[in-house]
């Protein structure tokens, strides 16, 4: 049995085997890029911040909140650091990435390290039992220049890995899709919704300009809406299986873009470019928006 993974491999084998590193849409895309019989390896919701971070926490606090098994793993590989570049690269087939997990805010601790405030935070008293130092929001100046420390750190590891890299691009929808009717959700902050979609946006061009042979995939103009009835629940960045069809309709002229950029100078100057242009970009947002 094949799949739409074995197009771009550069390992010459069945696509079956997926890294994700990042959230739910990487995974969503996993479903329908790769056969039934796909193995994965996550690295869940991890911020770039955090992964980057040379300092550890100390996982063994953990064991003050009942955290449940996958919490915990994602939890206690964010305060350990265990990101296993060479061995997970090496085992997979294709990595999947995606910047969703790039919008929860970090925290600094005592010692030096920084860790991902992510959906466990909400659900536990974990800041009250990390040492915790500082609070850094998404979005602000001094968040923007460690995320962008910290992607010149990753995207440099991972283009030592001979591996195939797809930037699935999120898209947050303020639109809902139920049962084949559209409504505009009124429980969302809208403000919110565009601007985490800016940034998805610039975040895709700086890691394009810094991994020129990097496939980047992206929703359709007419996925507009997220799907009320995923198995995960209700949220902007949930979509029908269809809206991830739709995105790898065009696979194959995603993977002759990155094969140009890789292949050709003047197109992987001009990515670079895009990607200096939109640092300058989200310097100036961060900056105007104090």
């Excluded at 991902?116 to 998404?138: A, D």
């Excluded at 195939?164 to 139920?178: A, R």
């Amino acid at each position: 049995m094949t799949s739409v993974g074995d197009k771009y491999l550069k390992k010459p084998r069945r696509a079956q085997k997926a890294l994700i590193v990042g959230a739910c849409c990487s995974y969503d895309v996993s479903e329908v890029l790769l056969p039934a019989d796909k193995q994965r390896r996550y690295w869940w919701r991890n911020n770039t911040i955090s992964m980057m971070s040379a300092e550890r926490g100390d996982s063994t606090l953990l064991s003050a909140c009942n955290l449940q098994p996958d919490e915990l793993n994602t939890v206690r590989r964010d305060l350990e650091k265990n990101f296993p570049f060479e061995d997970d690269f090496q085992w997979a087939d294709v990595v999947l990435v995606d910047f969703f997990r790039d919008t929860y805010d970090i925290l600094k601790l005592t010692g030096g390290s920084y860790v991902t405030r992510g959906p466990e935070f909400e659900r536990y008293p974990l800041q009250s039992i990390l040492p915790v130092e500082e609070h850094i929001k998404f979005g602000t100046p001094k968040y923007l220049d460690l995320w962008l420390s910290a992607i010149q750190h990753f995207t440099f590891r991972v283009s030592k890995q001979d591996t195939q890299i797809i930037l699935v691009n999120p898209f947050m929808s303020p639109v809902q899709e139920e049962k084949g009717k559209f409504k505009v959700s009124e429980a969302l902050n809208h403000y919110e919704v565009i601007r985490k979609n800016f940034f998805f946006y610039h975040m895709s061009r700086i890691v394009v300009g810094l991994i020129p042979g990097i496939i980047s995939l992206h929703f359709k103009p007419w996925s507009i809406g997220s799907w009320k009835e995923h198995p995960w629940g209700e949220a902007p960045i949930h979509y029908a299986r269809q809206r991830y069809e739709d995105m790898l309709e065009t696979l194959d002229t995603d993977i002759a873009d990155a094969e140009l950029r890789s292949n050709l100078v003047p197109l992987r100057e001009l990515a670079k470019k895009r990607g200096e242009i939109s640092v300058n970009a989200l310097k100036r947002y961060v900056d105007s928006n104090l």
